[in-house]
């Protein structure tokens, strides 16, 4: 009670950012609360997911949130990077050491794909004909759910031939858009006292945002993202 008025709301501050710094992901705008619908309707299901957003957006978050609040939080979270990969690599990936694979490792959990859109041609035909081998009932993907990431659009990669439509389709069954920065700007205050909490937690010291600090950062155009 005898704390003054400016210390008070410094205190506020710091308890909040705390307890965002501790949630998976931060923002309360529009942009963000689509994302959240989306993420509490898919992450009970084993549907396929596309995640789609530009570099830095928070893809690899997203993806961790909907293992980590689904039926198979309790499995592994396995990433398999696309990006420049040969298809020869790719089936080395598949098929493991001493026939421990991709499918194998992620039994029960989730194998992340990222960098859908900068994987070769070849490297997508031959995904494709793995994910169309291991459909329907006697599935050699054994019990594991795929989420697939791209930091482009891929329905135009489709249209414009660099990217295989078959492939496409058979990973787009739920699509999830994250919102490059600059297009939730309400947001950034939220992120930037965030990751000052972290910074403390890290030892860098106790800092915090005031609203002219928080008015600046507003007018960035953030071309990294988060």
């Known amino acids: 009670a005898l704390e003054g008025k ?31 619908r989306t993420l509490s309707r898919a992450a009970g299901f084993d549907l396929t997911v596309l995640i789609e957003g530009e570099s830095g957006v928070g893809k690899k978050l997203v993806a961790r949130v909907l293992h980590e609040y689904g039926r198979r939080k309790s499995g592994p979270f396995v990433t398999l990077s696309l ?8 089936d080395q990936a598949i098929e493991g050491h001493n026939g421990i694979g991709l ?13 859908l859109a900068d994987a070769p041609m070849p490297t997508q035909a031959r ?11 006697k599935s050699a993907m054994g019990d594991v759910r795929l989420v697939a990431a791209s930091d482009r659009e891929l329905r135009g990669l489709v249209m414009n ?23 939730r700007m309400s947001d950034v205050p939220d ?36």
């Open 161 to 183: 031939g660099a990217f295989r439509e078959d492939l496409y389709y058979r990973l787009n069954v739920v699509t999830i858009t994250v919102p490059p920065l600059r297009e």
């Open 6 to 36: 400016k210390d008070f709301n410094a205190s506020n501050q710091q308890r909040k950012a705390e307890k965002e710094e501790r949630l998976p992901l931060i923002g309360r705008s529009l942009p963000m609360q689509e994302v959240y």
């Open 127 to 137: 995904l494709a004909r793995i994910l169309a081998e291991t459909s329907g009932p």
């Open 83 to 90: 990006a420049a990969l040969d298809p020869r690599s790719l």
């Open 191 to 226: 992120l930037a006292r965030a990751f000052l909490a972290r910074a403390t937690k890290d030892g860098l010291g106790e800092k915090a945002l005031d609203k002219s600090g928080a008015d600046e950062l507003e007018t960035w155009s953030w071309p990294g993202n988060v």
């Open 103 to 115: 499918f194998a490792q992620a039994a029960g959990g989730t194998l992340f794909l990222d960098g």
